[in-house]
């Protein structure tokens, strides 16, 4: 979807995000849409990939470029996907979602190599965000047939409800901290999405959400945009924490943070 969105529908969707803290737009992105996004994201991981920072783009061996699992700011180094993140038809519905206007905040990429890609802990993106009032949303668009067997996500429906939950080192490169009380009563609650290219999932900063491994011979690629309400802002000392906790954790896998 590249053009503007019916009001009707947005604000069924709205309702639906407000209730559950996530929702599935079903081919929110294809056709040519989708086709460009997959040229360029090709072309990026050919192009631009071999001269970022460790800290830009992660793999599961960083001795083979065919195990690239994330890549972060992506936004930053490529205009394509600096006007992506910019495009009316997400923005227009972050905005309905959070109620205000919105911060465009990252382009991201997420993988699970065939075979390889690990299990994403329960986590919060409100916990790496810092946010005060903690606000925000994400777009994950799939790039692949997406289901259990390559590591579909699983949102507790209803948490973003409750705030922000403990969180811990979790030792998974990408995702560094892991809900630490996650328990039956959050696996009860879950709710997962079986995708396909295009289709487009939406959820709050603070919904808990997970992936398992992927055990299939497929890749499991998407990619994330994400965007700030323009009320929230970055609480320095929650930030300064979370910085030296992730640079403990680099460290401690030989990966340079400056």
Request: hydrophobic share 35%.
């Amino acid at each position: 979807m590249s053009t503007a969105v019916d009001q009707q529908q947005l604000s069924d969707w709205t309702d639906a995000f407000a209730r559950d803290g996530h929702i599935c737009l079903p081919q929110f992105l294809a056709g040519d849409a989708m086709e460009e996004l997959q040229d360029n994201l090709a072309r990026y991981i050919r192009d631009v990939v071999p001269g970022l920072p460790a800290t830009h783009a992660f793999y599961e061996n960083r001795e083979d470029p065919t195990t690239l699992k994330q890549m972060q700011y992506m936004q930053d180094e490529d205009s394509f996907f600096a006007e992506l993140i910019r495009r009316d038809c997400f923005v227009d519905v972050a905005k309905s979602f959070l109620g205000e206007g919105v911060v465009t905040q990252g382009a991201e990429y997420f993988n699970k190599p065939a075979g390889l890609g690990k299990a994403t802990p329960p986590h919060q993106d409100g916990y790496y965000f810092c946010l005060v009032p903690n606000k925000a949303v994400t777009f994950w668009i799939a790039l692949d047939n997406i289901d259990e067997e390559n590591g579909c996500l699983r949102y507790v429906t209803g948490s973003h409800n409750g705030g922000v939950r403990p969180h811990g080192a979790s030792q998974i490169l990408g995702f560094s901290q892991g809900v630490q009380d996650w328990g039956p009563a959050d696996a009860a609650r879950e709710t997962k999405y079986i995708l396909q290219p295009g289709d487009v999932l939406v959820h709050h900063s603070l919904t808990i959400h997970r992936a398992d491994a992927n055990t299939s011979n497929r890749s499991r690629r998407a990619m994330g945009l994400v965007y700030f309400a323009e009320s929230a802002q970055v609480d320095p000392t929650l930030q300064q924490n979370y910085k030296d906790s992730l640079t403990n954790q680099h460290a401690g896998m030989g990966i340079a943070t400056t």
